[in-house]
């Protein structure tokens, strides 16, 4: 096959993904709006998710096929430009969003993740569909300044940190979510799908303690780098400052966490403020800003 | 009222204390954050000066006062400086006397068990013997002290080592900021293919040395500029490859080298490495004047402004009477439309064609003002003419003649010297090991006291983080008789 032929191939496969993730979320729906019950007699609802086991079933292994189809298209277009493709923000966001899938994938092995299926297959779509719609670029080889092996190990660690902060957004935004409703009373049948409040705040924890060493390490080698390509370790540059940033939030939330015993609302707020931070960084200093991160392809 | 020593003394000593503590290092590390938000939205004069000229031309009031707070240096500014120079006081406080805390916390064995364990963590009472905790404790590795009814065992003593880490290489970080600051220096030069730079402060187009970089002391090597190769995609114009050629002296009588740099290849000089920072091309130009003699010969920098490198410069003949400027534009591959009208197509030298404006009268280089080697300031001149050359022509104006013989490729050269660089990288790589390991290790206390033939068990989990009273159950599981 010649590299256009990959490319062409990637651009199928993602199409397929977005379809599947499409089907996905609409089985995600079914099963939400079926898994309620109304009783015919008196009319009381109730949540009875035994009724939509296989809707779910359904859901699931669509999402994980999409998540197959995604992963191929990255490889293909990794094949067409012969390099990690990482090279502009087409490329950022479809692996962005291959991280994510995959990182709701793999912790739904060991959690039940499927009240998330819903949120997740939106937002991938949501990712996906700004990608082909606005961020699109043919396949090219990379600029000189990113011609370096420090591109696979930089950008990697930046991207897939950026995947997990996305999933613990997620939960933490359910978290507020169905605080506010627990404060007003008691779940209605829709909030009841979701865990306890307790396990939302510690999967959320969790997964930024996970990351929080991988984003530092995503920041150290960009500094490495940048002594290299730059001949500056640190110069302030708007997306040196704004990852700068990023760290200290997520730095802060785990001092709270950890020395202050901060916990539960508080906690999620400040993890979405942070998460905030870093597509901060992405979307705005990608697209409007300035300064030498501008691999964009914009 | 009280004697204003006394006062003033108790007074700094607060605000000393105030300073030191853990929490205003905290706060200022977020300010910090807070601090330089400024400079990722305004333009900065270190990094893109062009714009913060586009500032002030297209909203003059607006970026005066913008300026008089410093938002275009927000790096270098004053209060951006207060907080860095306040936070560096405030951790060498802070971690001097804590470090000392730490180095004695490692060693210490656990406090006796409070008097009322009911009010501490997990609190059980389980009908089992001391001598079966001791056991526990032991096998699970914790310290312990023993008094004759109660057991106070520790675990996690590894936090307050990466406590100690992180704030001693904190330190280090900074010292290694600072040494680069004061002992290093940056400059730039501009190298004509053909050309030779010698490492002396006369050949930089500009130099940065640190308060304590003296200038002798600059290496003495010196790089000869055999050859530069740059290739683009045809379609896009986008860089592929930038290939430089040179061949370097260490020192005056050491031997040949033949190097190649790329854009992440820098040369290495000790700690001093030269990097290819930019590129553009140099027309090469003779002037002469009326009689026909040359006043001018060779190649001038012109300045790239975009992808497809149309650039401007500025070809100046002081030495003609009168004097003689060519405001000028250079496009390798030139190309011409409607809208923009001349402009360049490609990055490469397809089709070569020098543009100017020729001045004549003072071009004002005597005033002591040092000028952009790019403009001619046209104040006090006349304009006598306007062309456009292709290689091997000339143009002969009012008092003499230009002839565009050809073009060269410059570079930019980025001299830098960095001495503090790796006790920074080291220093930093050694903090967040340190804070990682604060973060997550576990250190908790576990007591258990005799009372009434059986035992009361509780503990304190000294970092907030879970995972204690699964490990009391677990003990006690172990140790408690199933009686
Ligand atoms: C101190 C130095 C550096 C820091 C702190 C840094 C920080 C970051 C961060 C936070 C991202 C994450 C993605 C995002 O939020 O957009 C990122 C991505 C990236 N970095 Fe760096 N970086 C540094 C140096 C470099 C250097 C030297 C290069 C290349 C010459 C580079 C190339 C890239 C590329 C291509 C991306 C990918 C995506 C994007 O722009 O968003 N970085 N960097």
């Not at chain 1, 979320?25 to 079926?34: D, G, I, N, R, V």
């Not at chain 1, 039940?112 to 961020?135: E, N, Q, V």
């Not at chain 1, 500094?223 to 708007?238: H, L, M, Q, T």
């Not at chain 2, 006394?6 to 000393?16: A, E, F, I, K, V």
Request: aromatic letters at 12%; proline letters at 5%.
């Amino acid at each position: 096959m010649s590299q256009s032929d990959w490319a062409y191939l990637s651009n199928d496969l993602i199409y397929v993904a977005l379809a599947l993730y499409a089907l996905s979320f609409l089985s995600y729906t079914y099963e939400t709006a079926f898994s309620i019950r109304a009783n015919k007699i008196s009319g009381d609802k109730h949540l009875d998710r035994s009724i939509t086991t296989k809707s779910r079933k359904v859901a699931s292994i669509v999402f994980l096929l999409a998540t197959a189809s995604l992963t191929l298209a990255v490889i293909a277009r990794g094949i067409s430009a012969e390099r990690i493709p990482l090279g502009n923000m087409y490329e950022y966001s479809i692996t962005g969003a291959m991280t994510f899938a995959l990182a709701y994938l793999i912790i739904g092995l060991k959690f039940d993740l499927s009240w998330l299926g819903l949120p997740s297959s939106i937002l991938i779509l949501l990712i996906l569909g700004t990608a082909i719609t606005l961020l699109y670029r043919p396949s090219a080889p990379l600029v000189p300044a990113l011609q370096s092996s420090w591109l696979v190990i930089h950008v990697s660690s930046a991207i897939l940190s950026g995947g997990i902060f996305l999933l613990s957004n997620t939960v933490a935004g359910a978290y507020l979510w169905l605080d506010r409703v627990e404060r007003k009373g008691v779940r209605g049948e829709f909030a009841k799908r979701f865990p306890s409040l307790e396990s939302l705040d510690q999967l959320s924890y969790r997964l930024v303690a996970f990351v929080f060493p991988l984003w530092t390490f995503a920041v150290i080698s960009g500094a490495i780098w940048a002594e290299a390509a730059w001949g500056r370790y640190w110069g302030w540059d708007p997306k040196e400052t704004w990852a700068f940033i990023t760290w200290i939030l997520y730095a802060s939330y785990l001092h709270a966490r950890v020395t202050a015993g901060w916990k539960g609302r508080k906690a999620a707020w400040l993890c979405l403020i942070a998460g905030s931070s870093y597509l901060f960084n992405y979307v705005y200093i990608n697209v409007w800003g300035s300064g030498r991160h501008t691999y964009s392809g914009l | 009222m009280s004697a204003p020593e006394l006062g003033t003394t108790s007074l700094l000593r607060y605000l000393w204390r105030q300073l030191t503590s853990m929490r205003t290092a905290l706060i200022l590390l977020l300010l910090l954050g807070i601090a330089s938000i400024p400079g990722s939205i305004f333009p900065q004069r270190t990094q893109s000066p062009l714009k913060v000229r586009q500032y002030f031309d297209d909203d003059p009031v607006g970026a005066k006062w913008l300026d008089r707070f410093y938002l275009f240096d927000v790096y270098g500014s004053p209060w951006f400086s207060a907080i860095y120079l306040l936070l560096f006081i405030s951790l060498v406080g802070c971690v001097l006397p804590r470090s000392f805390h730490y180095f004695k916390e490692i060693f210490k064995a656990p406090p006796e068990a409070p008097s009322l364990l009911k009010t501490m963590e997990g609190f059980q009472v389980i009908p089992t013997s001391l001598e079966k905790a001791d056991e526990w404790f032991k096998k699970n590795r914790f310290r312990i002290s023993r008094t004759a009814d109660s057991i106070a065992a520790e675990k996690g003593y590894l936090r307050e080592t990466g406590n100690l880490l992180f704030h001693l290489s904190l330190i280090v970080v900074l010292l290694g900021i600072a040494g680069s600051s004061v002992f290093g220096m940056r400059g730039e030069a501009i190298v004509n293919v053909g050309e030779r730079f010698i490492n002396t402060p006369t050949n930089y187009d500009n130099l940065t040395p640190g308060r304590f970089f003296s200038l002798e002391s600059l290496p003495t090597f010196t790089i000869r500029v055999n050859n530069f190769s740059a290739s683009y995609d045809e379609k896009t114009s986008q860089a592929l490859d930038y290939k430089l050629n040179v061949t370097t002296k260490e020192s005056p009588n050491s031997s040949e080298v033949n190097q190649i740099v790329k854009v992440n290849k820098p040369l290495t000089f000790g700690s001093t490495r030269v990097y290819l920072q930019a590129n553009g091309y140099s027309p090469l130009v003779t002037v002469r004047d009326s009689s026909g003699s040359v006043k001018f010969e060779g190649p001038v920098p012109f300045l790239p402004q975009d992808s497809n490198l149309s650039s401007i410069g500025a070809i100046k003949v002081p030495d003609m009477d009168p004097q003689v400027g060519f405001v000028s534009s250079f496009f390798p591959t030139a190309a011409r439309d409607e809208v923009r009208g001349g402009f360049s197509s490609f990055p490469e030298l397809l089709d070569p064609r020098l543009l100017f404006s020729v001045w004549k009268g003072d071009l004002n280089m005597d005033d002591g003002v040092p000028q952009s080697i790019y403009r001619i300031d046209t104040n006090d001149m006349e304009r006598i003419g306007l062309w456009a050359l292709s290689i091997g022509e000339s143009y002969s104006f009012e008092v003499g003649s230009i002839t565009f013989n050809g073009v060269v490729p410059w570079v930019n050269l980025q001299v830098v010297r960095d001495p503090g660089k790796q006790y920074a990288l080291i220093g930093s790589i050694l903090a967040i090991t340190g804070l990682l390991i604060s973060l997550f290790i576990r250190q908790r206390r576990i007591w258990v006291k005799e009372v009434g033939g059986k035992l009361e068990i509780a503990g304190l989990a000294l970092n907030k983080l879970p995972g204690l009273e699964d490990e009391i159950a677990k003990m006690i599981k172990e140790i408690g008789d199933q009686k």
